[in-house]
């Protein structure tokens, strides 16, 4: 089973950036579709956005608006969620995960998330 590890998580200014990070320990890492989610205090897990597991295709949830990449080295077994523009008042704990779809339900297993944190 994929273990996962976020991190790049922290404290940013609205309209600053940040880099998150997945390491994942699976023996074939370039077989998976991956996928970023979130979860705010008291809310809802919510998808942000996927990348096939060649990095061929990439979706996005729409609340991103173009300002996230996600990305993805299989040599390294690396995944990773370059964020810009970020929107104040967002704190949520991002994780990363295996699977393909715009629902939480469409993937699993999870990490431990890394928190991020906007103020403005």
């Known amino acids: 089973q994929m273990q996962l590890v976020e991190s790049g998580g922290g404290s940013v200014q609205a309209g600053g950036s940040l880099k998150l990070s997945c390491a994942a320990s699976v023996r074939t890492f370039s077989d998976f579709n991956m996928g970023w989610l979130r979860q705010a205090p008291g809310k809802e897990r919510e998808w942000v956005a996927t990348?096939?597991?060649?990095?061929?295709?990439?979706f996005y949830a729409d609340f991103v608006e173009g300002r996230f990449t996600v990305s993805r080295d299989n040599d390294k077994n690396m995944l990773y969620l370059q964020m810009n523009n970020l929107k104040p008042g967002i704190t949520a704990t991002y994780y990363c995960a295996e699977g393909r779809g715009d629902t939480p339900q469409d993937y699993g297993p999870w990490g431990q998330g890394t928190q991020v944190t906007v103020s403005s």
């Open positions: 990348i096939t597991w060649t990095g061929g295709s990439t």
